[in-house]
């Protein structure tokens, strides 16, 4: 009989090969710990660390190029290196579960919500369609979901990126195992939405005594949820301990790197912009409305009211908010990706509110955009090389002429200007973000767009480029509007901040002084729900 207080989990020398081919030869390499129950151990590491990787060889989802070929995994005793095929069906969802970092994907879009949750039930219990659908609700109503009947027949895009997630721990929790496993479950959600979800479970877990494996890169996040830490580094670990030892007083280099690069949330003294710099952007009642039909009526959707920004030359101005705050659509209409419903965008002193599509071509080389995805945002089938040229040569520069200006580009990235002969994937993540920077560089811009440029980047990665987009604002005197949720990201680079809710600016000011300070509720309301805000990281 299983004693309560051995681990639920219990992962001892775990080494996993790579291909033949691969940089290294292992992807984990003689990895060990334990998770208890009713404890959360959070892996920590780079992309490429390893920590998806030990997720999936604990749940039997391991790649085919993929060897276990030392060291054992033992739930509750069982060791799952040698189980079948059919003996892992049978533990998943019943002894150990997994929330997905991207829920849209992980959840079938033509079946409804609780029939997905339903389907588990079906697979693994002897329950009728009554009794199901009961449990199913009972479930949805733990997570905190609201109208549990309407979530049950909804279908995953009428949900919410945070419902969405719930859903996925409802799936993963409904037969209440002993183990969870969470990979990365709140990258892609905004502040508020991931307080809440972290929350849910940590008390889901508490009220279960669930053994908890939590993989995140972010350490807000750990210092918000985590017991114990493993940091990975290149598959081996670096350092185990509690949350308090690793986070506030690290050993190992790499640990201390990590840290040192998790930007503060209160922003670093600067140099106030000269009212005399010229006003590379400003907007004036910016309005963006869609229009939906329902049984033949007209709805409204303001995605944006009267909003009214101002950004001068070397200056940044970052806009934060939930999602569905405005942000992006704001973004949209300055770059004209989309049409503006109402209000005047001046660029250069030129109105573009309402420009000529004609004209729009003249507009591109003055504004530029870096997205979110840096490798969805490049053809893979096109080297780094021919997408930063692309653009200039459409507006007449020769080739010769494009490709000096691409390497002395790349030098400005810190990339080595003979990888223009590469493809995308032959690139890091935070590689080709810097890609990314270079072609919209190209086109010699006043006003550059980043819409979330670093929210999927690791801690460390991150703060290279945010150092190199502040390296490149100053060096070049360009004018930054800078998207993000993350406010620890609005602070160090943003020298404007302005923060919406449902459309609307409800606060704008110094970035000093907004977020010592914040007036509205909201945003106090924002401030107050950050992971780890007052966690006091060790610091070099």
């Known amino acids: 009989m299983q004693n309560t207080t051995d681990p639920v989990l219990s992962v001892k020398d775990l080494t996993i090969s790579l291909p033949r081919h691969a940089d290294r030869n292992n992807a984990v390499t003689r990895v060990s710990f334990d998770v208890k129950p009713g404890e959360v151990l959070c892996l920590v590491g780079e992309s490429g660390s390893g920590k998806s990787v030990i997720a999936f060889s604990v749940m039997g989802l391991l790649a085919k190029a993929l060897n276990i070929t030392h060291g054992s995994i033992k739930l509750q005793g069982e060791d799952l290196t040698h189980a079948t095929e059919q003996r892992m069906r049978e533990l998943r969802c019943t002894r150990m579960g997994m929330i997905f970092q991207e829920p849209m994907t992980a959840l079938n879009p033509v079946m409804r919500c609780g029939d997905q949750i339903d389907e588990v039930l079906q697979e693994h219990t002897s329950l009728s369609a009554g009794e199901r659908r009961q449990k199913v609700i009972d479930m949805i109503e733990q997570v905190h979901l609201p109208d549990p009947q309407r979530m049950y027949r ?34 892609a959600l905004d502040v508020t939405t991931q307080a809440q979800i972290l929350h849910l479970i940590r008390e889901l877990q508490s009220e279960r005594q669930t ?49 040192s690069s998790v930007p503060l949330h209160e922003p670093p003294e600067r140099h106030a912009i000269s009212a005399d710099a010229p006003v590379v952007l400003k907007t004036e009642n910016l309005d963006k ?14 995605a944006a009211q009267n909003v009214s920004i101002e950004i001068r030359k070397g200056e940044t101005l970052g806009i934060v908010g939930e999602s569905g705050s405005g942000k992006s659509t704001v973004a949209r209409c300055i770059t004209w990706l989309i049409e503006s419903t109402d209000g005047r965008i001046w660029l250069a002193g030129d109105d573009i509110a309402k420009l000529p599509k004609r004209d729009l071509r003249n507009l591109r080389r003055k504004v530029q955009i870096i997205f979110q995805d840096p490798y969805r945002s490049l053809n893979p089938r096109r080297t780094v090389g021919q997408s930063i040229i692309e653009g200039p040569m459409n507006y007449g520069e020769s080739q010769v002429e ?11 990235v810190h990339l080595d200007p003979d990888g223009l002969d590469r493809y995308p994937h032959q690139f ?4 080709r973000q810097r ?27 991150q703060a290279q480029v945010l150092k190199l987009l502040e390296q490149i604002r100053d060096q070049m005197q360009l004018a930054m509007l800078f998207i993000t949720h993350d406010l620890r990201v609005a602070a160090q680079v943003c020298d404007v901040v302005a923060v919406m809710s449902k459309g609307k600016v409800v606060e704008y000011g110094r970035a ?17 729900a950050a992971p780890g805000r007052h966690f006091q990281f060790a610091r070099n």
């Not at 890091?428 to 590689?431: E, T």
């Not at 890609?435 to 460390?460: G, H, Q, T």
């Not at 000093?512 to 401030?527: D, G, I, M, R």
């Open 154 to 187: 909804s279908y995953p895009h009428q949900l919410s990126g945070g419902q969405r997630q719930r859903i996925m721990i409802a799936m993963a929790l409904i037969l209440e195992p002993v183990l969870l496993i969470a990979d990365e479950p709140t990258t």
């Open 211 to 259: 053994g908890v494996l939590f993989i995140t890169h972010d350490f807000d996040v750990v210092a918000e949820l985590s017991d114990r830490v493993a940091v990975l580094k290149q598959g081996e670990v670096v350092e185990l301990g509690t949350t308090s030892q690793v986070l506030s007083a690290p050993e190992h280099p790499y640990t201390k790197m990590l840290i």
């Open 289 to 302: 409305h869609y229009s939906t039909f329902s049984f033949n009526r007209k709805n409204v959707v303001k």
């Open 402 to 412: 494009a490709m000096a200006y691409a390497r002395e580009l790349m030098e400005l």
């Open 428 to 431: 890091s993540g935070g590689q």
């Open 435 to 461: 890609v990314c920077i270079a072609r919209a560089l190209a086109m010699r811009p006043e006003l550059l767009v980043a819409d979330e440029a670093v929210s999927a980047l690791d801690v460390s990665v």
């Open 512 to 528: 000093k002084e907004l977020f010592s300070n914040p007036q509205h509720e909201y945003t106090k309301a924002l401030f107050d």
